[in-house]
């Protein structure tokens, strides 16, 4: 079981933590990513990190401006959001990937999903 935390309403040029407590089998053996969906469009990749922590993957869009990170001692992972664009608001949804392989981006890899926290940027 994922459960997704920390969104909220930020001006844009603002910083989020998210927060993704997991529990039961979702937990540090897996591939954790985070995903995102705005109104009317697909879901997107946004970023993921490997069981170990030692291995990233972002979204161009996100690139230098979005870190994740994992304390498996609290089975837990964050998303930390800054210098936020009115194009990044959209619900955003942690998940896990049980898989040892695979591209980490596509959300057909990921078998457990958090219910998702919205992020609203303003401008």
């Known amino acids: 079981q994922l459960q997704a935390s920390g969104g909220g309403l930020v001006q844009a040029g603002g910083s989020l933590r998210l927060s993704c407590a997991a529990s039961?089998?979702?937990?540090?053996?897996?591939?954790m990513g985070w995903f995102r969906q705005a109104p009317g469009k697909e879901r997107e990749f946004v970023a993921a990190?490997?069981?170990?922590?030692?291995?990233?993957y972002y979204a161009d869009s996100v690139k230098s401006r979005f870190t994740i990170a994992r304390d498996n001692a609290r089975n837990t992972v964050y998303l930390q959001m800054n210098s936020l664009k009115p194009e990044d608001t959209a619900v955003y949804y942690c998940?896990?990937?049980?898989?040892?392989?695979?591209?980490?981006?596509?959300?057909?890899?990921?078998?457990?999903w958090g219910q998702g926290t919205q992020v609203t940027v303003s401008s």
């Open positions: 990190i490997s069981w170990s922590g030692g291995t990233t």
């Open positions: 998940a896990a990937d049980p898989s040892s392989f695979g591209s980490r981006r596509s959300p057909n890899e990921y078998d457990y």
């Open positions: 039961g089998r979702t937990s540090r053996n897996y591939v």
